[in-house]
């Protein structure tokens, strides 16, 4: 394995990139040296790397030809400029982003659920990581295949940590301004977020679908081999600072054992909860601050299964896997 690995972490500043630099620390992946880059409006700025304070550089001046790893976490007009940049440079990339989930070329890649598409991949790979709404909605659903899938109902309950730091900042304004009774000035969404639902994630189609929930819809069928008509989602935005939840229905081929589907979901590594347990459910807030995908309230009503997922949007839906895949990358020998 080798140990003299340097790696970039595009997007460092933000709040994916923060954790993905906290999470190579903690797991102590063995780089020599780990770049935090961000584009220009975050010159001069720092961010953490474990006990270090990285100064982070600029994406316009970074050399690709430095790294052997880039971890691009800033967007999809970041990824489609510069990710072909860093492949010209030998460099593997692995893309948070929206740029590349749909190309067919390009693996669509969660940790434990498809790795062995990492074999064979060749140098100066690319790999593609899912929206944080889609990756643990698959990993609950991923034990359920055996049983026969025939269609996915979900509304999703998103986080604004999800729309950036921006939006986070909105929501605290738009709180502290009701509690003093002043107006509360809506920027970053359409409509006041403080103490309000927006059932519209992104712009809409022609069939009246936002674009959050095509991304559900067309990742997910394509990372569980699902038709996309039999996935049906709805997508709100919720006053919410960190954590996802989504309320899941999940008609399968057949009437299956509850207790059995409990044990697939837990022999696959997610935390279920009983209903004697944490008073028997999991909240966004509980789920918080972990990589752990939380399943809560499931029953059964013929072959109906209804099930309850709490997981933090930033760590478990979107920082973890990135590491995990740099993690093995570099475990078959990729970067020796």
Known sequence: MSTSLQLAVVGAAGLVGQAVLELLAERQFPAARVFAVDGAEH??????????????????????????????????????????????????????????????????????????????????????????????????????????????????YQAVSGSGQAAMEELAEQTTALFSHRDAEAKVYAKRIAFNLLPQIGALDAAGDSEEERSVRDELARLLALPAAAIEPTCVRVPVFFGHSWAVNVELDAEPDLEQIRNRLRASGLQVIAADQHGGFVTP????????????????????????LAADNIKAGAAIHCVKLAEMLLKQNHLA
Request: aromatic fraction near 6%.
């Open 43 to 156: 010159d001069g700025a720092t961010v953490s790397y474990g006990n270090l304070e990285l100064d982070v550089r600029q994406l316009e001046d970074f050399n690709f030809e430095n790294v052997a790893m880039a971890i691009f976490v800033a967007g999809g007009d970041v990824a489609r400029e510069y990710v072909p940049q860093a492949r010209a440079a030998g460099v593997d990339v692995i893309d948070f982003s929206s740029a590349y989930r749909q190309d067919e070329s390009v693996p669509l890649m969660v940790p434990g659920l498809n790795s062995e598409l990492l074999e064979n991949i060749g140098q100066a790979a690319l790999v593609s990581v899912p929206n944080c709404t889609v990756t643990p909605l698959a990993l609950a659903l991923a034990p359920l295949k055996p049983l026969g899938v025939k269609r996915v109902s979900v509304a999703t």
């Open 285 to 308: 807030m509980e789920a918080t601050g972990n990589p752990a995908v939380w399943i809560s309230r499931l029953r059964l009503h013929g072959k109906v299964l209804s099930l309850w």
